[in-house]
């Protein structure tokens, strides 16, 4: 079975410009977390969708958004790009929702804010 | 490969020791905490879990010890191999759901 897909793997984008990120969850699974991950702030959930729609949400201001199709690949979008949104974001999924709680991570992306 | 982390505490320990790690979570409402491992250049991947009715959990070369009243959870790795090298962190989830993860603590292994 194919692990937990995160496409693309490094990006570098200018302040002021918009990311979309994509995460392809293991088949089967319907839960797909999203995470930041800096050396400042450790891991941070961002949000969570189950089915298409977004169960829980992070503390992260607006510009972060995301959303899942009905096959369950997420995409999450950054707008008006900042330094500080240079992080490693983090894809998990899991078979439920979260309470499944056995997360599959999966390489991340490496967003570089120039 | 990926740094996780630049100011993560750091445990070094020979190889064919056994290493302990240490957390401290925050939330005395969470029922359900997890100790996940993230090499170099890749995601965290779950290791073990443990329950708040449980307060002591064993998998393979693996030991989770929970202590509720002073909120705190350990990680015990026996016989500790350079493959063990990496990043530790302990999640909690409280009654909100959400994943929230501790800072970090970078594992060496020397031969």
């Known amino acids: 079975k194919a692990g937990v897909t995160q496409t693309p793997r490094y990006l570098i984008k200018t302040r002021g410009q918009q990311v979309t990120l994509s995460c392809s969850p293991i088949?089967?699974?319907?839960?797909v977390s999203w995470y930041q991950q800096t050396p400042g702030q450790g891991l941070q959930f961002l949000f969570e969708?189950?089915?298409?729609?977004?169960?829980n949400k992070g503390n992260f201001p607006g510009r972060f958004s995301g959303r899942q199709f009905s096959n369950s690949r997420s995409e999450m979008n950054v707008s008006t790009l900042e330094l500080g949104d240079s992080a490693l974001y983090l894809c998990?999924?899991?078979?439920?929702?979260?309470?499944?709680?056995?997360?599959?991570f999966g390489p991340g992306t490496r967003l570089t804010v120039t | 490969g990926e740094s996780v982390g630049l100011h993560l505490p750091t445990l070094s320990v020979q190889e064919g020791d056994n290493s302990i790690i240490n957390c401290a979570y925050s939330?005395?409402?969470?029922?359900?905490f997890i100790w996940y491992k993230q090499e170099s250049g890749k995601g965290p991947q779950f290791i073990i879990d443990?329950?708040?009715?449980?307060d002591k959990r064993q998998g393979q070369r693996v030991t989770v010890l929970l202590n509720k009243t002073v909120k705190h959870l350990s990680l015990q790795i026996a016989a500790t191999q350079p493959g063990d090298s990496a990043v530790y962190f302990c999640?909690?989830?409280?009654?909100?759901?959400?994943?929230?993860f501790g800072t970090g603590t970078r594992l060496q292994v020397f031969p």
């Open positions: 998990a999924s899991s078979s439920s929702q979260l309470a499944d709680y056995e997360q599959y």
């Open positions: 088949s089967g699974h319907r839960s």
């Open positions: 969708y189950f089915s298409e729609t977004q169960r």
């Open positions: 939330n005395s409402a969470s029922d359900y």
């Open positions: 443990i329950r708040s009715n449980m």
């Open positions: 999640a909690e989830i409280p009654n909100t759901d959400k994943l929230i």
